[in-house]
């Protein structure tokens, strides 16, 4: 998987590419949208699952050890022009060295503390390499491709995954507000489900056999045309919700129903995102076992 993931990011960088979140991101609350532009995205993204909470308590489900996945991450997307108008593809991989750091510091030492929240207990780390590869295809509709529709798959170490996906994408909901170099300010909005079918990996052993979710979107930014059509941030502040039916089950093969917030930056060709699972007790305490974040540069805006 490693060196089919070089060989890909190679010879994506000769394209006009960008980038989704990695699987198993979007079963950790981050954003699950398909790119509405073409560009080629490279970084790090960390997932961090702890089976005790930050009060101490157990969480219900098979997996009993600490998961900190550090993937080394590309991701492509290139969109059809002089043919297949209107539809677009994506590569995503990522490989990660799987261990307890820098995910526990990030939760622990700066989040948690940030909050004024106990720490999260690290418990029997898994020490190993796993990496995980996707695929998608997405149909684009109305004008600036505001709305969508398509599937693919995820494979890899993890878990194995195919799902179906529909929604909108950056609609305008306001007028202009300001208008510049770096092109108009305006709030959008979005939304997405997903339904999907899950298969055990090696190391998530037992899977819900379907997931379902939903998730709507707020952004404010700066939004400018390329030299192909396509409208994109030259900076956005973006904030989501997230509820997923689960990916995780217990002893008795119930799914664990899942809340998630999600916060987006870009400032343009970097972009920084977090997410988390205490949307049920944002005041108090992290709600459930899982964080993330992640960090990516578009190579091709450099």
């Known amino acids: 998987m490693l060196t089919l993931s070089v060989l890909l990011l190679f010879g994506l960088v000769c394209s006009k590419a960008f980038g989704e979140s990695p699987a198993p991101s979007v ?18 993204t960390l997932d961090r699952f702890t089976p005790i909470d930050g ?14 996945f550090n993937l080394i991450t590309f991701s492509w997307t290139q969109h059809g022009h002089d043919r297949f108008e209107g539809w677009s593809i994506n590569v995503t991989g990522g490989i990660s060295p799987t261990a307890n750091q820098p ?11 940030l909050r004024h929240l106990p720490p999260v207990p690290s418990f029997q780390p898994r020490q190993d390499t796993d990496a995980m590869f996707d695929g998608s295809v997405t149909k684009w509709f109305f004008k600036n491709k505001t709305g969508f529709w398509g599937g ?11 799902f179906l996906r529909a929604g909108i994408r950056r609609l305008q909901v306001t007028p202009d507000l300001y208008h510049g170099d770096w092109g108009a300010v305006s709030v959008r909005l979005s939304g997405l489900g997903r339904v999907s079918v899950q298969e055990n ?8 056999p ?8 707020l952004a404010i930014g700066q939004y400018n045309t390329n030299e192909r059509g396509e409208q994109y941030p030259t900076w956005e502040v973006e904030v989501s919700a997230t509820w997923d039916s689960g990916i995780f089950v217990n002893g008795v093969g119930q799914s664990r129903k899942q809340f998630f917030w ?12 977090t997410w988390n699972d205490s949307l049920g007790n944002l005041s108090k305490s992290d709600f459930g076992p899982t964080y993330g974040a992640t960090i990516t540069i578009d190579v091709f805006r450099l």
């Open 55 to 68: 009060a101490g308590a157990k969480y219900d489900s098979t997996v009993t050890n600490t998961l900190g």
């Open 152 to 162: 693919g798959f995820s494979a890899g170490t993890i878990y194995q995954e195919q």
């Open 262 to 273: 999600s916060a987006a930056f870009i400032c343009g060709p970097v972009r920084f995102e």
């Open 103 to 113: 995910s526990e510091f990030f939760q622990n030492k700066v989040i948690h503390q």
């Open 210 to 217: 379907t997931s379902h979710i939903f998730q709507p979107a």
């Open 201 to 208: 990996g090696a190391v998530l052993h037992q899977t819900k």
């Open 27 to 44: 079963h950790w609350g981050s954003l699950a949208f398909p790119d509405q532009y073409s560009t080629l995205n490279t970084g790090l």
